[in-house]
């Protein structure tokens, strides 16, 4: 049986959005919070129309395009129920004895694992740092910067809105918790490096592969069609 490409077939990124909007819709029937809902899957709805937008031109790796939807799909169930209600998380609490909903560490851990694959790809195809050795720390202090943007961002909600903020901050009375979400995301960018680096790099070498063949066969059909012309 032949192994399975890492290249994306057509009907790929086709599956990977209608799990990702399926799950956006779910999660938008009737939330918690609407506002919350908005700002928490804010990041689906304005990043996936602008991959399918931009797929002909720059398609990404099967592996960023399944961590891609397992992390909307994160986002979309943390939406619906506010970070600190999600029931999986009650129960993780209830479960092992923790002090708080833990769902809100595993969403930062997310915000720091999966845009670590997309850091890396876009840093591979539009930079000289394909396989530099500042690939690695470059992608990670990127996602620790994102991280540090984001708690900003929800400090501006949270003087803009005041207490009507606090289901979208989450923070379940720790003081600590902007530091603590910017070390889960540091500690998910890190371990995704370490984790997908090898594989990713097979991923991408596949894609080149593919954008040369296809270019090839391209020119070779426009030189056939001329000649026949001719």
Do not use: K
Not at 63 to 88: D, S
Not at 159 to 165: F, L, N, P, T
Not at 166 to 176: H, I, N, S
């Amino acid at each position: 049986m032949p192994a399975a490409s890492p290249v994306p077939r057509r009907t790929t990124p086709a599956v990977f959005a209608c799990v990702a909007v399926t799950g956006l819709a779910v999660s938008g029937w009737n939330p918690h919070d609407r506002a919350t809902w908005f700002l928490e899957t804010v990041w689906v709805i304005v990043g996936l129309p602008l991959i399918l937008l931009t797929w002909r031109r720059f398609p990404l790796t099967g592996l960023l395009c399944g961590l891609l939807t397992v992390h909307a799909l994160v986002l979309a169930l943390g939406g619906h129920y506010t970070y600190a209600q999600v029931p999986l998380g009650d129960w993780a609490r209830d479960t092992f004895g923790l002090d708080r909903n833990p769902y809100d560490r595993f969403g930062h851990l997310m915000q720091g694992f999966v845009p670590a694959v997309l850091v890396r790809e876009l840093l591979s195809r539009t930079s000289p740092l394909r396989g530099s050795r500042w690939l690695a720390p470059l992608t990670v202090c990127a996602c620790l910067a994102f991280s540090a943007l984001f708690e900003m961002f929800e400090w501006a909600a949270a003087v803009i809105g005041g207490h009507s903020a606090d289901a979208f901050l989450a923070t379940q009375g720790d003081v600590w918790d902007t530091q603590w979400d910017m070390f889960c995301a540091l500690i998910g960018a890190g371990v995704s490096v370490l984790l997908l680096g090898r594989v990713h790099d097979r991923q991408l070498a596949a894609l080149r592969l593919s954008a040369r063949c296809s270019g090839a066969g391209s020119t070779s059909a426009a030189r056939t069609s001329t000649a026949g012309t001719t």
